[in-house]
């Protein structure tokens, strides 16, 4: 049974929800990213143009559906709203645990980004823990605040890590040399193969681009803010990584460049001097703590709009007087914690749960990708007054579905098997919720 509650208060504007989609989508993940597409060569970049057309194909997805259905919790209601409430909840249940997961792979990589700055945390695996749950603690106390503090927050760290980005993607250009980008490429990395191999982690830089679709019912005009803030951030954060990607790749010697754990910093060092190095490591730090405030609010808001239709315990749909839905993000607050805590005794601990946290949040963002990519399409034969498809939609979602498959494929099969095993994990929660539920 659905959960009645009180409206959110539109809170986000156009600015806002572009800096959530930039704020989000720019997280940790771009500023290690040369270094492991180093081995990828002149295929990268290849990778990355298909992964900007793929990208705005999915974002002109996410906007046409914002537009028919502009309604909180994005992906799952869409799924929801084109094939029932079992897609809708299998959708939900992989995004939501990929949302808190995904949280705790950037606080992981928050504390590693502080060595930089406290050199004394420099192999001190607990430290680095500790320095990570106090920044999702600290983080979780500005969304209780009320998703207006929490938009502030996101404009002012979008406008701060976009700096150095945009410095080394126009200025840096002028140090790239052309040879260096295929210079550790290894033979075996060619064609096809390598092509979408390198696509699959050029699209985990690009998870988020949806990030506007959740809070809708805290959006303000979300049938037009929600779509232009889709495609503008989208736009802003591809131009962005294509080109200081080149340049770092240009800048940094390949067979550096691949053993680098800051490539960023380090082509800025080249570029510029040591004091690059360390504006660069404040940027990254920046980038890190804006992206982390991003998914802390997705984690909470999202499982509100799943709740208020009776597919998560009704506790999550509930909101204080803020408009805070405070169980979601306390429990998502939580969960982190523990994740953190668990894993902060060693450093293979730590790397483990980064990794493993990437891959299920890849994965759990792709399977919406391909549900969501055709979704308008049975969409619009539920709802009579909608404008009919143009030929132009029904290309785009075409190119939108193929994508989004060709990216589970790039993405392998241990990532396949990690997504099936948690989908399967979710299905006695929905029979346990449905189970009083009436027969249709």
């Known amino acids: 049974m659905a959960v009645p509650t009180a409206p959110s208060p539109r809170q986000i504007g156009l600015v806002a929800a572009t800096s959530l989609v930039v704020g989000n989508i720019i997280g940790s993940g771009i500023f290690l990213l040369p270094s492991s597409l180093a081995p990828y060569g002149k295929f990268a970049l290849v990778a990355w143009v298909l992964t900007l057309c793929g990208a705005v194909m999915l974002a002109l997805v996410f906007a046409r559906l914002a537009r028919m259905l502009p309604k909180e919790g994005g992906p799952y209601a869409y799924t929801r709203a084109a094939y029932g409430d079992f897609p809708g909840f299998w959708i939900a249940w992989g995004y939501w645990i990929s949302l808190w997961t995904g949280v705790a792979a ?51 760290t979008t406008i701060i890590k976009l700096l150095p980005l945009v410095a080394i993607a126009t200025v840096g250009l002028a140090w790239m040399k052309p040879a260096n980008i295929d210079s550790a490429r290894a033979p075996e990395m060619s064609g096809f193969g390598a092509i979408s191999a390198a696509a699959a982690l050029t699209l985990w830089a690009m998870l988020g681009l ?10 303000r005009d979300p049938d037009r803010t929600i779509p232009r803030a889709t495609v503008a951030g989208t736009l802003i954060c591809a131009l962005v990584y294509i080109a200081s990607t080149a340049a770092v790749m240009g800048a940094v010697p390949g067979d550096v460049l691949a053993n680098s754990q800051a490539p960023f910093a380090d082509a800025a060092r080249r570029m510029w001097g040591t004091w690059a190095y360390y504006l660069v490591g404040v940027g990254a730090l920046v980038s890190c703590f804006g992206a982390l405030n991003g998914w802390i609010l997705l984690a909470a808001e999202f499982p509100r709009a799943v709740a208020r239709d009776g597919l998560l315990p009704a506790p999550f749909a509930r909101s204080d007087v803020r408009g805070v839905p405070v169980f979601g993000l306390w429990a998502a607050i939580g969960l982190v914690t523990v994740m953190l ?32 990519s055709l979704a308008a399409i049975l969409i619009r034969r539920r709802m009579p007054d ?46 346990w919720l449905r189970r009083n539920s009436p027969v249709p």
């Open 210 to 219: 949806e990030s506007a679709t959740i809070p809708a019912g805290s959006v």
């Open 341 to 372: 805590a668990l894993n902060s005794s060693g450093t293979h601990g730590l790397v483990s749960i980064f990794n493993f946290s990437i891959l299920l949040s890849t994965l759990a963002c792709l399977i919406p990708y391909v549900f969501c």
């Open 386 to 431: 909608a404008a009919p498809a143009s030929r132009r939609d029904t290309v785009v979602a075409m190119l939108a579905f193929i994508y989004a498959g060709w990216m589970i494929y790039g993405a392998g099969a241990q990532v396949a098997l990690l997504g099936l095993i948690l989908m399967v994990v979710g299905i006695p929660v929905y029979v």
């Open 106 to 156: 950037i606080a992981v990589a928050f504390g590693g980004y502080l060595k930089v700055l406290v050199p004394a945390l420099e192999g001190n695996t607990v430290g680095c823990g500790i320095a990570s749950i106090a920044a999702v603690w600290v983080l979780g106390l500005v969304n209780s605040r009320g998703i207006r503090a929490a938009s502030r927050m996101q404009i002012a």
